[in-house]
């Protein structure tokens, strides 16, 4: 039968999905996927300026599914975690509105660079996505730039 386990009924496989009874799994392939996925990071695109590391949502909640976003948070904020790393912006260019799954993924990025003394910086945010982070008070907390490079220059300083 190969690599595949039998499950019991109603038991959920490493993906968190419900099988039924007399479905299997293929763990070795479950978990390849998910290194992939981490690997290429299609929602938060990475760019390394120097000590910098700008995130660049890519979509949505919606646009992926839940476990997707968790692993590439944490694949993040490994990155972060790295000694060179001192700095964060969020360029939020590719995006025209995040909802709070991704919001909470950006603040956990923006507090881990703060907690280790860097600086965070928001920019190129939408008009819709200005709003949020106005009504949430985040301006107060991180500084907001209308350009990547202001966001870099105020990171920098």
């Not at 996927?33 to 981490?38: A, E, G, H, L």
């Not at 956990?108 to 965070?120: D, L, P, S």
Request: charged share 25%; glycine share 6%; aromatic share 8%.
């Amino acid at each position: 039968m190969g690599c595949s386990v039998r499950k019991p009924a109603f038991e959920s496989d490493p993906t968190g999905c419900i099988l039924r009874r007399n479905e299997t799994f293929a763990p070795a392939r479950i978990f390849h996927w998910q290194r992939r996925m981490v690997e290429h990071n299609k929602i938060f695109k990475c760019e390394r300026l120097g000590d910098v590391v700008v995130v660049v949502p890519q979509g949505d909640l919606l646009s992926y599914r839940y476990q997707d976003v968790h692993l590439e948070t944490n694949a993040v904020l490994r990155l972060l975690d790295q000694g060179e790393v001192s700095h964060l912006i969020v360029d939020l260019s590719a995006v025209p509105l995040l909802g709070s799954v991704m919001i909470g993924s950006l603040l956990r990025f923006a507090r881990r660079v703060t907690e280790r003394n860097g600086k965070a910086a928001f920019c190129a945010a939408s008009p819709q996505m200005l709003e949020v982070l106005e009504a949430m008070n985040l301006r107060n907390v991180w500084p907001y730039c209308d350009t990547r490079q202001e966001a870099l220059q105020a990171v920098k300083s």
